[in-house]
């Protein structure tokens, strides 16, 4: 299996993405990647290391396509861009299975539909990141900032697309799925979520209603659905979240010798709780409803994200998720959504 990682995305490459690739190469046999940036650069940092290098092959690529950059324009004219000539060797080579990128969101995203393409049927791709939960579960948002503006039938494809990824990942049978709203009440909403609200009662899925964001990593839920302007809130809400709550409790146990002394007692729980909200051992988020797989990865990834996003990425086609998706996209045909699609 192959996988194509853009080695000059993000904020710590590619020193991060080279390292998470070697972990990945010397723990998978079978895996083989192709990392694409500066030549030169990547070879004087490989030299370094420990790795099967006839299963690493490099691609030259001189431009970097940054965060100040117009995504569509970035991707029309930056060809040699570490991240264009990636997403020219997913959608010209059969064999390579997915792409991992930790650069700028919207470049990723606008090349991944422009280049690769959505698969038939799909409405929209859509980003689907995983989070932890309480019950020591995880939840997927989808969508998180793919799509600002949403008509009732893209919240319909996520809520498919999201269920069968949850289904497949996790191994559940019959995901709960959630549409995001400011009440649980059947008629709470905006206009987009009251007229997506009996839609998805006639879906295969198991809608369970609405849900209020306080509720998103309870564990009460599988997949949340939302467009993606409220998804990318809940996002930033959560994160923003986490850092607060972490920080106040560091500051709490700093503050005096006898809460210095308490934190070291509780010294293993404390690292047990900073590792389930650590967004690095969970990959990245899954651009579902591309005819290949794409994982967008944080821009702060470390070599852990990277290799874990690469086993995301293994995962995915071991679990042959986007043919799954596919036929479940196909299932809306044979039902009545009347104006669904104006």
Do not use: W
Request: glycine share 8%; charged share 25%.
């Amino acid at each position: 299996m192959k996988v194509v990682i853009d080695a000059f995305g993000g904020d710590n490459a590619p020193q991060c993405i080279i390292d998470g690739t070697i972990m990945a190469l010397n723990k998978f046999s079978d895996l083989n990647i192709v990392l694409t940036g500066d030549k030169d650069i990547l070879n004087e940092k490989l030299n370094k290391l420990d790795y099967d290098i006839n299963r690493l092959e490099i691609i030259d690529a001189k431009e970097i396509i940054t965060n100040d950059d117009i995504p569509t324009d970035a991707i029309r004219h930056k060809k040699n861009s570490s991240l264009v000539v990636a997403l020219d060797y997913l959608k010209n080579n059969e064999d390579c299975i997915g792409l991992i990128s930790a650069g700028s969101t919207g470049a990723v995203l606008t090349g991944g539909f422009l280049k690769i393409g959505r698969m038939k049927g799909v409405s929209r791709p859509a980003l689907a990141p995983l989070f932890p939960t309480q019950t020591g579960g995880q939840v997927v948002l989808i969508d998180c900032g793919a799509n600002v503006d949403c008509k009732p039938i893209n919240l319909c494809h996520f809520a498919l697309m999201g269920a069968e990824y949850f289904k497949t990942m996790f191994n559940v049978d019959n995901p709960r799925v959630a549409l995001l709203s400011n009440g649980t009440e059947d008629k709470k909403g905006n206009e987009l979520v009251k007229q997506t609200f009996p839609l998805l009662k006639k879906l295969p899925i198991n809608f369970v209603g609405n849900m209020e964001a306080r509720y998103f990593m309870t564990g009460q839920y599988d997949v949340v659905v939302a467009d993606g302007f409220a998804g990318n809130v809940l996002l930033k809400a959560v994160e923003g979240s986490v850092k607060f709550t972490t920080g106040v409790i560091k500051s709490a146990m700093m503050s005096s010798l006898k809460s210095k002394i308490g934190a070291l007692l509780c010294k293993n729980s404390l690292k047990k709780v900073k590792d389930k909200l650590d967004y690095n051992k969970y990959g990245g988020s899954f651009f579902v409803g591309c005819k290949k797989t794409i994982i967008k990865s944080h821009g702060s990834s470390k070599d852990v994200t990277i290799f874990a996003a690469i086993e995301q990425i293994l995962k995915l086609e071991k679990n042959k998720v986007n043919e799954k998706i596919m036929q479940k996209i196909e299932s809306l045909e044979t039902l009545d959504f009347g104006d669904v699609n104006d």
